[in-house]
């Protein structure tokens, strides 16, 4: 991913200040596991990675909101977003697990977690977990509409997340099934989600504007990692401009219905738009 790296967490006091000074007004954090197993226990550590970022980004940056992604992913030994049982996720298994991910997340200070998992029933679970964890004001963006897509590849080599073995097909969406797409969110709506979230970006622009009509929720959008390599590896041959091509893309999001757009070119457009005349 060109122009991306991975942060330390001894990077993200000088990091947090500088997003709030270029006028970033939220940042969403994944780790990656110190250590890996099937069970991805890492994930939900007291000292884990995520929970450590998060302090020293409240404490640098206290009125930056922080989004935190809640998966196993990242800390499964298999690449899987869940508990594998006799060769397939376990699904209530992981949803308990990523209640705890999400209560550790909050106890460290999150504003808002974030489930990516796909796995049925997880925002009520995690709503569940943090309510009895005493973090009833820690609010819920649902991966409401995740699509198994070829667009996520750059992140996952990133994070050294891609499954040992299978697919996520088995939990994550069809892209071609738009009606699964709604009946998603309105589950998620009535789980007790805050925000409802469509990924990848560009090709959900009709769930995006569909949403916008049925649901008061905010929306958001993840323009992945697939979508921003694409259009840096056009713009560095030439292909297009790379500013309007970003300003295009986002602008579209925003138009199908976005309230919130998930974007590597965060600081890009933040920049760019102080330097605007």
Known sequence: ???????????????????????????????????????????????GLVPQAVRAIKRAAPNLVVVTD???CAYTSHGHCGVVRRGG????????????????????GADVVAPSAM????????????????????????????HASVFYGPFREAEESAPAFGDRRGYQMDPRNGREALREMDRDVAE????LMVKPAVTSLDLLARARERFPLPLAAYQVSGEYSMLKLAAE??????????????????????DLIVTYFARDVARSARTMP
Not at 7 to 20: F, K
Not at 30 to 37: E, L, N
Request: charged share 25%.
């Open 237 to 258: 041959r030439g292909l297009v401009d790379e500013r309007a091509a970003v300003e295009e893309t986002l602008g579209a999001i925003r138009r199908a219905g976005a």
């Open 1 to 47: 991913m060109p122009g991306i790296e991975r942060y330390s967490v001894g990077d993200l006091d000088p990091l947090a200040r500088q997003l709030e000074d270029e006028g970033l007004r939220a940042v969403l954090v994944f780790g990656v596991g110190r250590t890996k197993d099937g069970e991805g226990t890492d994930a939900w550590a007291a000292d």
């Open 192 to 195: 007790g989600a805050d925000i």
């Open 70 to 72: 809640v998966c196993l």
């Open 89 to 108: 996720v376990a699904n209530d298994a992981t949803c308990e697990r990523l209640g705890r991910v999400a209560v550790a997340h909050a106890r460290a």
């Open 119 to 146: 796995m049925d029933g997880q925002v009520g679970w995690i709503g569940a977990a943090l309510d009895s964890a005493g973090f009833e004001e820690t609010a819920i963006m649902a991966y409401s509409t995740k």
